[in-house]
């Protein structure tokens, strides 16, 4: 039959095509819909005496505002003779009156007071050695600042807006949004970015919520040269906000915005060392991801409750997906730089792994891959270099659960007890990555991703981690193959880490993975024992001086470097590159205000470098306790695991920079 001339009743109401087909358009077959065309057609246009009863109305309530206003100028003509010198401070505007949905621009004198304002964090300015505002050009000076009495508009377009302070002026807001998207977005894909971008120009409830903007505003400040002084106030308000949506309605805080801003507060806070706090973020993170059921998007368990709404769209089911996962990784890697237990167990997960980036941008669907389905060597290639990331994090958290959790009555020198099943395991799933991963997981053919750089240098540190510790078993009881076996998988590894870093000396480190120090510092860890062990080693001594110029210029954007910098000088490994370029008096001022100069016990940050990397220590304290700065300058002292240059194979030529090369990482950029 020809095509209707009007719209369906489902189309019309939705204000979407109808194609008129009949019996039923294409849209409401499609989905399900009953569809019928409704032949009479409503009158349009308001009913007669409408539009004189609405202007009646108004003149009313235009009487009343009025009244009102003369109301708020008798009271505040009689308050303004008794203000005393602890009044509040008039943050100026230049609106009047109060102000229109969607129609708010930020108040004039508002730079001003930005940084000078003390709501929440009394002397903010004098603690954290800001800058005095007036010689910033950041923060544009108005003449009329706090003149006349037009503080009224400026205070509701901030309630409006859902914050106490100004905001940042709107070009440092649009530049650190931009400078998240391009260098801190590429590892940390959770966001939709258009759809975040297009949500910016909406009316101020539909806007993505302040605490997570901050979130995204800190992570980017930190990073940039000229905004990096604004990095702490950020991260105050960040938590400031986020703990503020948990106190007020379930609405606020029972969202996957709000997840997101915890995601990237841990993020913050593990890159500055906070491990404690990171540690507290991420777990409430994960909580919130758990409650919110993302760890079962893709299936159901028992007495499972749903408590988002069905997702939209493909994209928005990504997301969905994406932001699980970040808490997911981020959950092994703070378990394994405290040594405190993961929350995740990976028998709850039924959620895909996360798809590619151009599906997740462009909204199209591509098959879904669960976890343990990705540890088998045949669905290797289906991976996304996400997926990749969030593979390998599984594994870093499988070895610190297996190094973690020792068995009383297992038997060290049984190939067959708990410890040695579960060693081979991992290994065999680390090798079946490496030897399996697909052509755009591989270097240098995925160099251009941060994930995959980073997907590449995990897999080495998982390695190193997993046969360190195998050494050290193997050599308690006299297994001298595992011994040599396990050194020669840890050079190789290390080897690895060297070549890969010398690959991309070339890249902006600030848009790397939060993490990437951790694989440096282990390899720097390996080559410094070998040439500690024979100092002749000149392959061995150009490597170390290589990786420390490499962490040293990452040291500038990631301030995470500092502690592994410390625990290698501490050891007394790599002593003598280490104090020909690290000024180290940053460390004095830079982490929470602990000093080098102080004893051991004060700086309990140290002992977060990672517990899978001082498996010995940690075993003889369980036989002899002792203190903890007795345990580090053990340390300094060649252990039982230090690799002989003797029993393992040289690096190969293609890891080994020149030995003529000097400790800049500039130059070794460019041979």
Not at 39 to 61: I, M, N
Not at 488 to 501: D, G, K, L, P, Y
Not at 562 to 583: C, I, K
Request: proline share 6%; charged share 20%.
């Amino acid at each position: 039959p020809p095509p209707h001339r009007n719209a369906c009743a489902v189309c019309r109401k939705r204000k979407l095509k109808c194609d008129g087909a009949v019996p039923e358009c294409g849209r409401c077959k499609r989905l399900g819909h009953e569809c019928a065309y409704v032949e009479s057609r409503r009158k349009s246009g308001p009913k007669r005496g409408y539009v004189k009863g609405l202007e009646s109305r108004l003149a009313q309530v235009e009487g009343l505002l009025k009244e009102k206003e003369a109301e708020v100028e008798a009271i505040a003509g009689a308050s303004s003779s008794t203000t005393g010198v602890n009044s509040p401070p008039n943050l100026g505007s230049t609106a009047s009156g109060l102000p229109r949905s969607g129609a708010y621009t930020q108040p004039q004198g508002s730079e001003d007071a930005y940084l000078r304002n003390n709501i929440f964090l009394p002397d903010l300015t004098a603690s954290l050695n800001f800058v005095d505002p007036s010689q910033n050009d950041m923060f544009i000076s108005d003449p009329n600042f706090g003149a006349g009495n037009e503080a009224s508009g400026s205070q509701w377009a901030l309630a409006e807006l859902g914050v106490q302070e100004p905001l940042p002026p709107q070009e440092t807001m649009d530049e650190l949004t931009q400078l998240y998207f391009s260098k801190i977005h590429p590892s940390n894909d959770v966001i939709h970015q258009a759809r975040f971008l297009a949500t910016l120009s909406l009316s101020s409830f539909a806007r993505p919520s302040i605490a997570l903007r901050y979130a995204m505003w800190t992570l980017a400040a930190g990073i940039s040269p000229t905004h990096k002084h604004l990095a702490p106030l950020f991260y105050l308000r960040t938590r400031k906000y986020a703990e503020a949506d948990e106190a007020g309605s379930r609405t606020q805080y029972v969202n996957i915005r709000h997840a997101q801003a915890w995601v990237l507060i841990g993020t913050y806070e593990y890159k500055m060392l906070m491990y404690p706090k990171s540690w507290l973020s991420i777990g409430k993170a994960v909580r919130l991801c758990q409650m919110l059921g993302l760890h079962r998007l893709d299936g159901r368990g028992l007495g499972h409750i749903q408590a988002l709404e069905k997702p939209g769209d493909v994209a928005e089911k990504e997301e969905r997906r994406r932001t699980f996962w970040m808490a997911f990784a981020m959950d092994r890697y703070a378990a394994a730089s405290t040594g405190w237990p993961v929350i995740v167990d990976e028998r709850d997960i039924l959620t895909f792994l996360p798809s590619s980036e151009s599906a997740f941008e462009n909204g199209y669907e591509e098959p879904g891959i669960f976890l343990q389905d990705a540890m088998q060597p045949q669905h290797a290639r289906s991976l996304s270099s996400f997926g990749g990331v969030i593979v390998v994090a599984s594994l870093t958290g499988r070895v610190f659960e297996h190094l973690s959790r020792p068995n009383p009555l297992d038997n060290d020198s049984d190939p067959n007890s708990d410890y040695w099943r579960s060693h081979r395991k991992i290994e065999n799933i680390l090798l079946n990555m490496v030897l399996h991963l697909p052509t755009h997981l591989r270097l240098p053919a995925g160099s251009s991703s941060s994930n995959t750089i980073f997907l590449n240098m995990t897999l080495q540190s998982a390695t190193i981690c997993l046969h360190q510790a195998a050494i050290a078993k193997a050599e308690k009881v006299g297994q001298v193959g595992v011994v040599e076996e396990s050194r020669a998988r840890c050079v190789t590894a290390a080897n690895e880490i060297a070549s890969i870093m010398k690959r991309i000396a070339h890249f902006d480190l600030s848009s790397l993975h939060p993490y990437i120090p951790f694989p440096l510092y282990l390899s720097t860890r390996i080559f410094a024992q070998m040439a500690k062990a024979n100092p002749q080693d000149d392959s061995a001594n150009s490597l170390v001086r290589f990786l420390l110029s490499a962490l040293l210029a990452m040291k500038e954007v990631n301030p995470l470097v500092e502690s592994y910098l410390a625990q290698l000088d501490m050891e007394d490994l790599g002593l003598e590159a280490l104090r020909e370029n690290v000024t180290m008096g940053g460390l004095e001022t830079g982490v929470q205000g602990i000093s080098l100069s102080e004893s051991e016990e004060a700086k309990p940050w140290i002992s977060y470098v990672s517990p899978m990397v001082r498996i010995v220590e940690i075993e003889e304290d369980s036989m002899s306790p002792t203190s903890a700065s007795s345990r580090i300058r053990q340390a300094s002292t060649p252990s039982t695991t230090d690799l002989n240059p003797n029993s393992i194979p040289s690096p190969n030529a293609s890891a080994s920079p020149n030995a003529n090369h000097t400790s800049n990482f500039n130059h070794y950029s460019t041979s």
